[in-house]
């Protein structure tokens, strides 16, 4: 079976279509958002302090907003939630394209953190709605692998896209583009016969030795993919400040970020495309190690001079992205092992707030690193927060090994 096929054959299951492709779209959105709430508040004349804090702003409303979105998801039904959220961000999202000429500060930055508290977590709900679809363990492997490669594709081509239309029509018309996309395929996802058909699914007490050992599991995962989060945001400060010191322009770091997602769009779909033997656990401690491996072969790039450290940069990034989606794939199915069904999307909304939370901090520790230390020192980040990810997963071994282990088969003929 070809590579297409297989990923056509998630499309086949019974309700997958009607819901995949409105969501992409919605996501799509989401990625477009931040970039054109920043041009839109620069071309409404306020600096950019102003503009960083309203992209601030909208990042903390998301990051706090969605896991509570998750939740009434999973205990109400998510069809109608959905649609709230869709129109909510819509509505908000409008007024901040409006107001952000003569509107304070103050309430720019509310206005923009109400957006993102409404953002529908429909990248969350999508995952959770992969387990529904299907029990058969391969599809939901290759699942994540699509979830997590249609990922960076889409955090490639929004920000490219939006960028396109702000030159074109205006920053905040962009803007406004991006708010009725996202709300209207949030509508969309929502009316899909599959997210319609939904409903609460009552969570199974766990073992108690299971139980016990599980929210230290979870940190423990959740942190590692903040940690795998900070590098993409750390690469991208360390990046520009290499180019910088070699005198090239920094607006190609764009296209040296975008050749690492390339890589990795590529090894996540060869990676989802086959059944892979072994524990989850196990594979994402291999994808780690191999991760760890590549970037941190990127300080070399800044011991060569010129064109040469631009193309030697190019082909290491290229090498390292290859294993970010498949770890992503990894995270995504440890943490559905160690979900009950019934709290799927909060569980997922949460990987979102982390890495919101994850890729802040990178930006801000690269930035650091490079104004002390240098464009070499900062290339190490990435590498450091992949290993020290690597170390806490060593750490927690047994608590997630429990944690995500198979319950175990009824014992036949045991009677009450």
């Known amino acids: 079976m070809s590579l297409v096929a297989k990923y056509a054959e998630l499309l086949?299951?019974?309700?997958?279509?009607?819901?995949?492709?409105?969501?992409?779209?919605?996501?799509?959105?989401?990625?477009?958002?931040?970039?054109?709430?920043?041009?839109?508040?620069?071309?409404?004349?306020?600096?950019?302090?102003?503009?960083?804090?309203?992209?601030?702003?909208?990042?903390?409303?998301?990051?706090?907003?969605?896991?509570?979105?998750?939740?009434?998801?999973?205990?109400?039904?998510?069809?109608?939630?959905?649609?709230?959220?869709?129109?909510?961000?819509?509505?908000?999202?409008?007024?901040?394209?409006?107001?952000?000429?003569?509107?304070?500060?103050?309430?720019?930055?509310?206005?923009?953190?109400?957006?993102?508290?409404?953002?529908?977590?429909?990248?969350?709900?999508?995952?959770?709605?992969?387990?529904?679809?299907?029990?058969?363990?391969?599809?939901?492997?290759?699942?994540?692998?699509?979830?997590?490669?249609?990922?960076?594709?889409?955090?490639?081509?929004?920000?490219?896209?939006?960028?396109?239309?702000?030159?074109?029509?205006?920053?905040?018309?962009?803007?406004?583009?991006?708010?009725?996309?996202?709300?209207?395929?949030?509508?969309?996802?929502?009316?899909?016969?599959?997210?319609?058909?939904?409903?609460?699914?009552?969570?199974?007490?766990?073992?108690?030795?299971?139980?016990?050992?599980?929210?230290?599991?979870?940190?423990?995962?959740?942190?590692?993919?903040?940690?795998?989060?900070?590098?993409?945001s750390a690469l991208a400060v360390a990046v520009a400040a290499l180019l910088d010191g070699e005198r090239s322009d920094t607006a190609f770091a764009g296209v040296l970020l975008a050749l690492q997602s390339a890589g990795s769009v590529a090894g996540g779909l060869v990676y989802g495309a086959k059944l892979r033997p072994g524990s989850t656990y196990g594979r994402y401690l291999r994808l780690l190690v191999v991760l760890t491996a590549g970037l941190a072969l990127l300080p070399l790039a800044g011991l060569a001079d010129g064109t040469t450290a631009v193309v030697l940069l190019a082909v290491l990034l290229i090498a390292s992205g290859t294993p970010i989606a498949p770890a992503g794939a990894e995270e995504f199915q440890l943490i559905g092992d160690m979900t009950e069904t019934g709290r799927m999307t909060q569980a997922f909304a949460g990987v979102g707030s982390f890495i919101q939370a994850g890729s802040a901090a990178g930006s801000a520790g690269a930035g650091v690193v490079a104004e002390q230390l240098g464009a070499s020192a900062a290339l190490l980040v990435p590498a450091a927060c992949t290993a020290l990810a690597l170390v806490l997963v060593v750490a927690a071994r047994h608590p997630i090994a429990v944690a995500t282990a198979p319950p175990a088969p009824a014992l036949e003929g045991k009677t009450a």
Request: hydrophobic share 55%; with cysteine.
């Open 12 to 232: 086949r299951l019974p309700g997958a279509r009607p819901a995949v492709l409105p969501a992409a779209c919605a996501r799509l959105a989401v990625t477009m958002v931040p970039v054109a709430l920043l041009l839109s508040v620069v071309e409404a004349g306020r600096s950019f302090a102003v503009a960083g804090g309203a992209a601030g702003a909208y990042a903390v409303g998301s990051a706090c907003g969605q896991p509570f979105a998750g939740r009434a998801m999973d205990r109400l039904r998510p069809a109608p939630v959905l649609r709230v959220l869709g129109a909510g961000v819509c509505v908000a999202l409008v007024c901040v394209a409006v107001a952000g000429v003569r509107a304070p500060v103050a309430v720019l930055f509310a206005g923009a953190c109400l957006a993102g508290a409404c953002a529908p977590p429909v990248g969350a709900s999508v995952r959770a709605l992969w387990s529904r679809l299907t029990e058969d363990e391969g599809l939901r492997q290759r699942a994540y692998s699509f979830e997590a490669t249609l990922t960076e594709f889409l955090f490639i081509a929004g920000p490219s896209l939006i960028t396109l239309l702000a030159a074109t029509v205006g920053a905040r018309p962009a803007l406004v583009t991006a708010a009725v996309v996202m709300g209207a395929g949030t509508w969309a996802y929502a009316q899909a016969p599959a997210v319609r058909q939904q409903r609460p699914v009552p969570s199974v007490a766990r073992p108690r030795k299971r139980g016990a050992h599980r929210p230290i599991a979870a940190l423990t995962v959740l942190v590692a993919i903040g940690l795998t989060a900070a590098l993409s």
